[in-house]
């Protein structure tokens, strides 16, 4: 098992963070207190009752109510979401932690037994396939190896390591999706190489890396969404030949500036930031991202702006590019900042009834007169279930008046955008789960939620929320699908570590709980289901990657203790294999 310790060759921080820039003017504001006597007329008298009955008939609101109140008007209060906890520390739940690796192994040695090497894996017909017809390139062995070191799956482990350093080649004359290639591939060899310190992987990841660094030859410096490895060449989608999607292009830079800080190669970093500067200096009047960008010019293309596919993981990593670089990096929090400032004014929305909260989509029209308007839909992919998780740990780091801030942080602690991030936080994952209810206990790729203009009868949809394209007595929808993806359970282990609530810990295991009961392939392995709404359950044939590099990792660290892979020290890409933090050598070169 991995202790916090690992092993590291260039020494990362691993000290506390420092305190990050917060104002007097914050400080303040945050102190303020409400005061003053109430005198009660009688219209508020009545008010006051009526209120008092309608939060007696509804207990959730009235709890919701006085975690927001509270946390806004005292400094003392505890922050939503943090339950009963104070100066807590996370011990491991070792029975429900063990259940997740007995899981994790059914998944494995499945896959070895079927499929060893190949990049994908169909439990039910018992057969791997690779992404091209050329040869595979590791994606599935890669992607699991540090879940394995993690758990302490040694054994396994090994196998994993002679494969990679008797069978992987990254010389394959085919294209392969950049980003995916550099989150899953790329990303899984720095952090077996960051837990092991095994120059095996070091060699790989500078071999992989030099065959992606061709993608981002490029007129505005934005990486194609391809790449050939093993003619080291850039390609473009040929449906969407000029444009590189957002997400794809902003999530490329934990692994690039990683492997530079490691090998000094300076050109990974440049490429990786250049990035970055392209899109800072391409924003939006809203200071949203759409989720195309023109890979000649590096302007956004007139696109939806959404958390969801193809915008998620930019977000993610304007907070994660400043951990990475232990807060010294000032663009990436003004970017960061600029960013969950939009998203709570033009995108946080809250459902009809329940009043969950939600991310919508700004989906971009020509009006009659040519002019573009933006439609807000009710809109929500599972992807953007990273977010809760995210927000919370974002306000600890930038909306903080003090480093680091307790577990529970208390409100006293927080500045008044961080406070707004972190309630945010808590209702979004509020919201996740509330879309786990569902005949199995899993959640669909997307939900809808009802507004007022939907046209849709009460009686037909009686919830503030559906699947998308359900209708009563038709087929299940497309998006009715679980492909095991670990967004929800990954928001979970960040909120427990910064709260040490046990309600979220109860969230992991009722969805592991699922997935087990539901995915899992009585032969070995674990697959889709094709709709949560419905039992017995009809699967698809596919295990995704994700699975064992990310769901069943984040499920076991939120069973297990906190000196394993510690926040403060640690920052997860965008496929949770974790890199640590470090104090870098090369400093940003714009603002
Ligand atoms: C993962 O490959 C990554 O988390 C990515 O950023 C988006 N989605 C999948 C898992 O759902």
Partial sequence: ???????????????????????????????????????????????????????????????????????????????????????????????????????????????????????????????????????????????????????????????????????????????????????????????????????????????????????????????????????????????????????????????????????????????????????????????????????????????????????????????????????????YRTMYDDAMESIDKHLIRQSEQAKLVYTAELIPQHSHSGEVIWRLAPKQDHLVCFLGGSLMLGATLTGATTHPVSIPPHASQLTREGKRDWINGVELIRTCMKTHDTQTGLAPEIVHFRIPTDGLEGSIMPNDWYIKGAKPGAPAPYDARYILRPETVESLFVAFRLTGDQRYRDYGWSIFQAIEKYCKIESGGYASVLNVDKVPVEHEDKMETFLMSETLKYLYLLFEDDKTLPLSKYVFNTEAHPFPIFNPTIRTGFS
Avoid at 252 to 278: G, H, P
């Fill in 1 to 331: 098992m991995v202790d916090a310790s690992v092993r590291k060759r260039k020494q990362a921080v691993a000290t506390q963070v420092p305190a990050a820039g917060s104002t007097k003017a914050d400080q303040s504001a945050l102190n303020k207190k409400t005061a003053g006597t109430v005198r009660l007329t009688p219209i508020l008298s009545l008010l006051l009752v009526a209120l008092g009955l309608l939060l007696f008939q509804q207990p959730q609101l009235a709890q919701r109510l006085f975690d927001v109140v509270t946390s806004i008007t005292s400094g003392d209060a505890p922050l939503p979401g943090t339950g009963q906890g104070v100066g807590v520390q996370i011990e491991a739940d070792i029975e429900k932690r063990d259940a997740v690796v007995e899981a994790f192994k059914h998944a494995w040695l499945a896959y070895e037994r079927d499929a060893m090497g190949a990049d994908e894996y169909h439990p039910i017909g018992h057969r791997g396939s690779n992404l091209t017809a050329a040869g595979g390139i590791g994606y599935t062995v890669i992607d699991s190896m540090d879940t394995m070191l993690i758990m302490g799956l040694d054994e396994e482990y090994q196998r994993a390591r002679k494969w990679v350093e008797n069978k992987l080649d990254f010389d394959q004359d085919a294209n392969f999706n950049t980003f995916e290639t550099t989150i899953r591939v790329l990303g899984g060899l720095l952090s077996a190489y960051n837990l092991t310190g095994d120059a095996l992987y070091l060699e790989k990841a500078v071999d992989l890396g030099d065959r992606i660094l061709p993608a981002f030859n490029t007129p505005s410096g934005l990486p194609t969404s391809m790449i050939n490895l093993g003619k080291r060449e850039g390609v473009m989608n040929p449906d969407t030949p000029d444009l590189v999607s957002t997400a794809e292009a902003a999530t490329l830079q934990l692994e690039l500036r990683y492997l530079s800080w490691l090998t000094d190669n300076e050109e990974y970093w440049e490429k990786a930031e250049k990035v970055m500067r392209v899109i800072k200096d391409a924003r939006l009047a809203t200071g949203l991202a759409s989720i195309y960008l023109s890979k000649n010019d590096g302007r956004y293309a007139l696109s939806a702006i959404r958390l969801g596919s193809r915008g998620d993981s930019y977000y993610e990593y304007l907070l994660k590019q400043y951990i990475q670089t232990n807060l010294t990096e000032p663009v």
